[in-house]
């Protein structure tokens, strides 16, 4: 199954606090789990990314978390803030070449 | 340093016109990426390119689709005869020779609606 199923479509949250979005998958050939961030009109932009062999990894506000025996991992934004207002979506992967993305969320940070 | 380089940003096209789109690639890579987005989804892969090479073609229509990354010159996606349902952002990504596409940097993106 070479789907990536992210939660939630849209997610509102007050400046300063923390923005939780998840990720679910299939397939255990998946071998690398990105993040990315895209404002509207402009590309992807890789944000952070984590092996399957790791179940943490932190960069400044922004921290993955992975659930290996789950198939789950998750992106925590600590201390949101308005500029962090931008679609989110979760990626994994494939055959060493191809990436397949979740659905998206929309994050919005409210001052 | 440029990034990677889409032309055009916006394209509209009628039903049966062709649409090209192209990319430049970063300076020294020499992978290629095409990805599709949808309104209100997520990127689909579509085709992967290595310089007169193509190695992975899952993602692509079997029909009115085709992708080329030449010798020379930029990476070139074209649709022929294309349809309302085309219309979607198309991004191009590149990544340098060996490494991950994880390491690979997108696009600004091309629009195309087919009216």
């Known amino acids: 199954q070479q789907q990536v199923k992210q939660s939630p479509q849209s997610l509102i949250v007050q400046k300063g606090g923390i923005s939780i979005i998840n990720c679910a998958y299939e397939n255990t050939a998946f071998d690398y789990f990105p993040w990315y961030q895209q404002f509207p009109g402009k590309g992807p932009a890789l944000l952070i990314a984590?092996?399957?062999?790791?179940s943490e990894k932190k960069e400044g506000r922004f921290t993955i978390s992975f659930n290996k025996s789950a198939k789950q991992f998750s992106l925590h934004i600590m201390d949101s803030q308005p500029g962090d207002s931008a679609t989110y979506f979760c990626?994994?992967?494939?055959?060493?070449?191809?990436?397949?993305f979740g659905q998206g969320t929309e994050l919005s940070v409210k001052p | 340093n440029a990034g990677v380089m889409q032309n055009p940003r916006h394209l509209v096209r009628r039903r049966g016109q062709e649409a090209r789109l192209r990319c430049s690639p970063m300076k020294g890579h020499s992978h290629v990426y095409w990805y599709r987005q949808l309104p209100e989804e997520g990127l689909k892969f579509m085709v992967y390119l290595q310089k007169e090479n193509i190695i992975d073609e899952s993602g692509m229509p079997k029909e009115r689709f085709s992708a080329e990354f030449p010798k020379e010159g930029p990476s070139i996606l074209r649709i022929q005869q294309v349809v309302r349902g085309d219309s979607a952002a198309y991004f191009c990504?590149?990544?340098?020779?060996?490494?991950?596409?994880?390491?690979?940097?997108f696009g600004q993106g091309t629009r195309l609606t087919v009216v």
């Open positions: 990504a590149s990544s340098p020779l060996g490494q991950e596409v994880t390491e690979a940097f």
């Open positions: 990626a994994a992967l494939y055959q060493g070449g191809k990436l397949i």
């Open positions: 984590i092996r399957p062999d790791v």
